[in-house]
């Protein structure tokens, strides 16, 4: 059993499109987030939500915009693609805020 | 600012051949200190959560220990399938703490056989 899915595994787009990943999670958890690993293999947050409310926007660019439609799903949508987006996405949750998270497997995200 | 630093970024052993890895943080209150092991193309996976100055926990040939400024992660007789990137992570305490995680640039370990 799969804790915490993402779709797609792989993305590969061009310049200016607009894509979305979607994560899901089977664990119960109230809280769920998503981070950005660069080419250095370096993990920053980039938005938090606990029980479908936003809690962390970190200085990411408006062109992303998280969507959770109930506690189990929280989609991430990126418009305008630009290179410097290129990166592995990871969903993770966590029973609540303050608790342990569990990674998905992450999206490759490449744009030409 | 919130900072987190793992040494080495590489390291390379024989295998069964023990040794730790340094995570050393700065935090403006502690909640937990966090191990995750990942592997090539996968999520990070949990391995450890410390909460306090002199707390340890173990699972099989990992060994996490806590200090007020670092935590050390032991490896005792590794194996090749220890081979992976280590990374830790802090949260902070209080009414500050939304759940961040930060984290540290990795650890990566080879163990040859």
């Known amino acids: 059993d799969t804790a915490v899915s993402q779709t797609p595994k792989y993305l590969v787009t061009q310049m200016g499109n607009d894509k979305s990943i979607k994560c899901e999670q089977n664990?119960?958890?109230?809280?769920m987030y998503w981070y950005k690993q660069d080419s250095k293999k370096f993990l920053k947050i980039m938005f938090s939500?606990?029980?479908?409310?936003?809690?962390i926007n970190e200085t990411v660019p408006n062109r992303f915009s998280p969507k959770s439609p109930d506690k189990a799903h929280l989609n991430l949508h990126i418009n305008s693609l630009e290179l410097g987006d290129s990166a592995v996405y990871f969903c993770?949750?966590?029973?609540?805020?303050?608790?342990?998270?569990?990674f998905g497997p992450g999206t490759r995200l490449t744009v030409l | 600012e919130d900072q987190v630093t793992q040494s080495p970024e590489a390291l390379r052993l024989q295998e069964g051949e023990s040794s730790s890895l340094n995570c050393s943080y700065t935090?403006?209150?502690?909640?937990?200190l966090f191990w995750y092991r990942q592997d090539p193309g996968k999520g990070p996976e949990f391995l450890f959560t410390?909460?306090?100055a002199g707390e340890e926990k173990e699972k099989e040939r990992l060994k996490a220990t806590l200090t007020k400024k670092e935590s050390f992660l032991h490896i005792t007789a590794p194996k090749p399938e220890d081979s992976a990137t280590y990374l830790c992570?802090?949260?902070?305490?209080?009414?500050?703490?939304?759940?961040?995680?930060?984290f540290g640039q990795g650890t990566t370990l080879q163990v040859k056989p």
């Open positions: 664990l119960g958890h109230d809280t």
């Open positions: 939500y606990n029980n479908k409310e936003l809690i």
């Open positions: 993770a949750s966590s029973l609540q805020l303050k608790d342990t998270q569990y």
């Open positions: 935090v403006s209150g502690l909640r937990g």
């Open positions: 410390l909460y306090s």
């Open positions: 992570a802090v949260t902070r305490s209080g009414s500050s703490n939304t759940g961040k995680l930060i």
